[in-house]
T-cell receptor
Framework: SQQGEEDPQALSIQEGENATMNCSYK?????LQWYRQNSGRGLVHLIL?????REKHSGRLRVTLDTSKKSSSLLITASRAADTASYFC???????????FGTGTRLKVLA | DTGVSQDPRHKITKRGQNVTFRCDPI?????LYWYRQTLGQGPEFLTY????????KSRLLSDRFSAERPKGSFSTLEIQRTEQGDSAMYLC??????????FGEGSRLTVL
């Protein structure tokens, strides 16, 4: 079963716009991670946020975490056509190192 | 290349045959994970190792699936008596204690 659920399932935006995708999860966690996957390829780690952190930045990425609502959001600013990919959140159940992935958001950035 | 490597990249087999996939993690990583992914879905957890110890195996896995990590280095995932429903991408990832997973490019299985 999936621990996380991303929303929306698909998102289409113009180059230069911001893209926001959300992740909800079910159990207490140690940390939450976001990954990107280009079609037919392996996943690439983007950012990790720990349960005691509320916001984290990396380049054009901003991640927030609300443990009271068991949710996270990933914001990609000034999107580029190369950002077209599927994005997944992954969470570990507290006390384990078992990472469970969500269903993903398929982002399409139009040039 | 010092990343995670998986072999073979593609495997086509007939229903009922056994298949084995190999994963070579990044050398200093002590954790190794196997996931299965079908088209349009997120990676589905199968099992993970810390060094040579298999710490958890998904209840979704039937007895036809087995994974090993001898000496805490490379890992193999074997599927016995393959079924068409086993067709998927099998992903391997490794990590240090920090938790960031490094994925290989996957092994795509097609069962005819």
């Amino acid at each position: 079963s999936q621990q996380g659920e991303e929303d929306p399932q698909a998102l289409s935006i113009q180059e230069g716009e911001n893209a926001t995708m959300n992740c909800s999860y079910k159990t207490s966690i140690n940390n939450l991670q976001w990954y990107r996957q280009n079609s037919g390829r392996g996943l690439v780690h983007l950012i990790l946020i720990r349960s005691n952190e509320r916001e984290k930045h990396s380049g054009r990425l901003r991640v927030t975490l609300d443990t009271s609502k068991k949710s996270s959001s990933l914001l990609i600013t000034a999107s580029r056509a190369a950002d077209t990919a599927s994005y997944f959140c992954a969470t570990d159940a507290q006390g384990t190192y078992k990472y469970i992935f969500g269903t993903g958001t398929r982002l399409k950035v139009l040039a | 290349d010092t990343g995670v490597s998986q072999d073979p990249r593609h495997k086509i087999t007939k229903r009922g045959q056994n298949v084995t996939f190999r994963c070579d993690p990044i050398s200093e990583h002590n954790r190794l994970y196997w996931y299965r992914q079908t088209l349009g879905q997120g990676p589905e957890f199968l099992t993970y190792f810390q060094n040579e110890a298999q710490l958890e195996k998904s209840r979704l896995l039937s007895d036809r699936f087995s994974a090993e990590r001898p000496k805490g280095s490379f890992s193999t995932l074997e599927i016995q008596r393959t079924e068409q429903g086993d067709s998927a991408m099998y992903l391997c990832a490794s990590s240090l204690i920090t938790g960031e997973l490094f994925f290989g490019e996957g092994s795509r299985l097609t069962v005819l």
